[in-house]
């Protein structure tokens, strides 16, 4: 079997240019959790090609476009002005395939240029939240920023999680990428949360009560604000919006709802599921998603409440969401696009610099191959929604578009191995989902990074993702089509770094921190800024972003966490439940972060650039 073909690379250099080669058995494995037979795989007949292009497609016969026109094709070559979108083709023998016609570039506008904070937005409580940030919170905090300025707020990402206990705490290990996740739902905003309910008013109590806690438990807020939400939906009242929005998203919409009703009935692992259920496609599915239709709907609703609301917190744009990279295996895209996923194989990273032992994030990569068979609707169903409602998207490990490093199940990150994906036709869609969403789109490039990467981001106008931890050039040397921070939630904090707190929490967690990497790292800030090793930490902090603010850079972003001298990383990769990740309360609420004057200058030195 020829693994090349099938797109599983036999060696790769890692991030430090040494070349590593794959071991033998990971290579079988990952053949064999793609199900590969033959030297080659099957070719599917999808069609991805620019606006302008008019290619010869033999067999072809005619095209019926998006809005349903019939185009007779002569001798198969397509129309140069055919529209952007997504048409058909249909064969002299019979079949039909997509038609996919992009504008090959993404939307970037015209002279972009500005700033602003990039947050956790569970960690940004209020006297409003119930014990952890949510979508009325991010109104305020985007109301905040333009106040200040700022031209865009980045957020991680909102995705679905499945029902129950225990919440999964990471964006990035989301259950849907479509959809998005209740727990951000802002609950005195939802219709009928003013009436009175003595009940309701005991449950905004308890919500409020825990934004005490030093953590954020997000077992209790699901709890509380499920308990809410099922009491205004029994008496919520008819609306059109409601009804346009079940009627717009169908299928999709009612796949993920149904899901998420058997996960509550059943248990959350479709694998532990009676076989008839275990298939969205079967007749026991319909079944029951017939018997228990109010469950499914309360399901739609929050969707739609969430939509909603997302679309009240940022009205205007100047939003960017974020897309994580792969899906959980329990969630709720594995089961509804269970035929285009990889089982027996996870996503991960080879070692680098900040992580030695290389990283396992647990998610599964979808196919290439049968993505493609599939038409690359999973592909482009997830990048619309991560669009919808924003201004921008942040692409995590933006290089999954051309290689994902899979680690067969069983092996540890350092042996895995990269699976090659059709990058260009993936690319196009993403171009052609931007242009439609007039969103612009940063790849976020770090770590392991081929140098065709950033060529190709080039030349599609996707902005680059530059952090001060992974350049060797000062900001003021970086590009200008880029988003441009200091570090992001993965990575230390400018205090993190300052006080040395990071490196000692890598050592107590096992993970074996570089530590001539940090002190590297701490000595070139002290020499860019001609700070003293003793400087105070805020003065090391504010410094830093007025070296930021010089980078010619169409975006600066600024974490809160560093705005307030939080010493500890939101996360630290290649831990589960050693560190507290992804639960961590930023130290003051919105109110006071509105006045903080540390806050107040970092503002002030991006604004004025």
């Known amino acids: 079997m020829n693994a090349d073909a099938w797109g599983v690379a036999s060696a790769y250099r890692d991030a430090s240019g040494r070349a590593r080669i794959a071991p033998e058995a990971t290579v079988r494995a990952l053949l064999g959790a793609m199900g590969a037979q033959g030297e080659s795989p099957p070719q599917a007949r999808v069609v991805v090609t620019r606006r302008g292009d008019a290619p010869r497609l033999p067999g072809a016969g005619a095209v019926v476009t998006e809005d349903g026109r019939r185009l007779p094709l002569a001798d198969g070559v397509l129309p140069r002005d055919l529209e952007l979108g997504y048409h058909r083709v249909l064969w002299r023998d019979g079949a039909d395939s997509r038609l996919v016609v992009s504008p090959g570039r993404c939307h970037l506008p015209a002279g972009l240029r500005t700033w602003g904070w990039a947050l956790q937005l569970y960690s940004v409580r209020s006297g409003r939240t119930w014990g952890m940030g949510d979508l009325g919170t991010l109104r305020e905090v985007v109301e905040w920023a333009r106040g200040l300025g700022a031209g865009m707020t980045m957020i991680n990402p909102l995705h679905a999680t499945s029902p129950g206990a225990p919440q999964e705490a990471s964006p990035?290990?989301?259950?849907?990428?479509?959809?998005?996740?209740?727990?951000?739902?802002?609950?005195?905003?939802?219709?009928?949360?003013?009436?009175?309910?003595?009940?309701?008013?005991?449950?905004?109590?308890?919500?409020?009560?825990?934004?005490?806690?030093?953590?954020?438990?997000?077992?209790?807020?699901?709890?509380?604000?499920?308990?809410?939400?099922?009491?205004?939906?029994?008496?919520?009242?008819?609306?059109?919006?409601?009804?346009?929005?079940?009627?717009?998203?169908?299928?999709?919409?009612?796949?993920?709802?149904?899901?998420?009703?058997?996960?509550?009935?059943?248990?959350?692992?479709?694998?532990?599921?009676?076989?008839?259920?275990?298939?969205?496609?079967?007749?026991?599915?319909?079944?029951?998603?017939?018997?228990?239709?109010?469950?499914?709907?309360?399901h739609c609703w929050l969707q739609w409440l969430l939509d909603e609301q997302l679309g009240r917190a940022a009205p205007g744009g100047g939003l960017v969401q974020d897309l994580a990279v792969g899906v959980a295996p329990g969630g709720a895209d594995a089961w509804v696009w269970q035929d285009v996923?990889?089982?027996?194989?996870?996503?991960?990273?080879?070692?680098?610099?900040?992580?030695?032992?290389?990283?396992?994030?647990?998610?599964?990569?979808?196919?290439?191959?049968?993505?493609r068979a599939a038409e690359y609707e999973p592909f482009a169903q997830a990048i619309r929604w991560s669009l919808a409602r924003g201004g921008g998207l942040r692409v995590d490990h933006v290089m999954g578009l051309w290689r994902l490093f899979w680690i067969p199940d069983g092996a540890p990150p350092a042996e895995g191995a990269y699976v090659r994906y059709p990058a260009a036709d993936l690319l196009d869609i993403l171009s052609l989902e931007s242009v439609r969403a007039s969103a612009y789109i940063v790849g976020e490039d770090l770590g392991t990074v081929e140098a065709a990467v950033r060529r190709e981001?080039?030349?599609?106008?996707?902005?680059?993702?530059?952090?001060?931890?992974f350049e060797d050039e000062p900001p003021s040397r970086w590009p200008r089509r880029a988003l441009a921070a200091v570090t992001n939630h993965d990575l230390p904090t400018v205090a993190g770094v300052w006080s040395g707190d990071d490196v000692e929490v890598q050592r107590s967690l096992g993970l074996l921190p570089d530590e001539d990497a940090h002190a590297?790292?701490?000595?070139?800030?002290?020499?860019?800024?001609?700070?003293?090793?003793?400087?105070?930490?805020d003065d090391v902090?504010?410094?830093?972003?007025?070296?930021?603010?010089?980078?010619?850079?169409?975006?600066?972003?600024?974490?809160?966490?560093?705005?307030?001298?939080?010493?500890?990383?939101?996360?630290?990769?290649?831990?589960?439940?050693?560190?507290?990740?992804?639960?961590?309360?930023?130290p003051v609420p919105l109110e006071e972060l509105r006045t903080d004057a540390r806050v107040g200058a970092i503002a002030r030195a991006l604004a004025d650039r």
Do not use: C
């Open 172 to 298: 990035y290990f989301p259950g849907s990428r479509l959809w998005r996740n209740p727990l951000y739902i802002s609950i005195d905003d939802v219709p009928g949360a003013g009436s009175g309910d003595e009940r309701l008013d005991e449950l905004r109590a308890a919500g409020r009560a825990l934004n005490r806690d030093a953590r954020i438990d997000r077992d209790a807020v699901y709890a509380l604000k499920l308990e809410a939400l099922e009491r205004l939906w029994a008496r919520r009242a008819p609306d059109a919006g409601f009804d346009a929005f079940v009627r717009r998203h169908g299928a999709l919409l009612q796949g993920f709802a149904t899901f998420q009703a058997l996960a509550e009935a059943i248990g959350p692992e479709p694998a532990s599921w009676p076989p008839g259920l275990r298939h969205p496609g079967s007749g026991a599915v319909a079944r029951f998603r017939a018997e228990h239709a109010d469950r499914v709907g309360f």
């Open 341 to 371: 996923l990889v089982r027996g194989a996870r996503v991960g990273a080879p070692p680098d610099v900040f992580n030695a032992l290389g990283q396992d994030w647990g998610v599964l990569p979808f196919d290439p191959w049968k993505l």
């Open 457 to 469: 981001m080039a030349a599609r106008a996707m902005l680059s993702y530059r952090i001060l931890w």
């Open 541 to 586: 902090i504010e410094g830093v972003h007025r070296m930021l603010a010089r980078a010619p850079s169409a975006l600066l972003a600024a974490q809160l966490e560093d705005a307030l001298g939080v010493r500890e990383r939101p996360n630290h990769p290649g831990t589960t439940t050693e560190w507290p990740n992804w639960s961590r309360p930023l």
């Open 520 to 537: 590297a790292l701490r000595a070139r800030l002290a020499r860019r800024l001609g700070l003293r090793a003793d400087a105070p930490v």
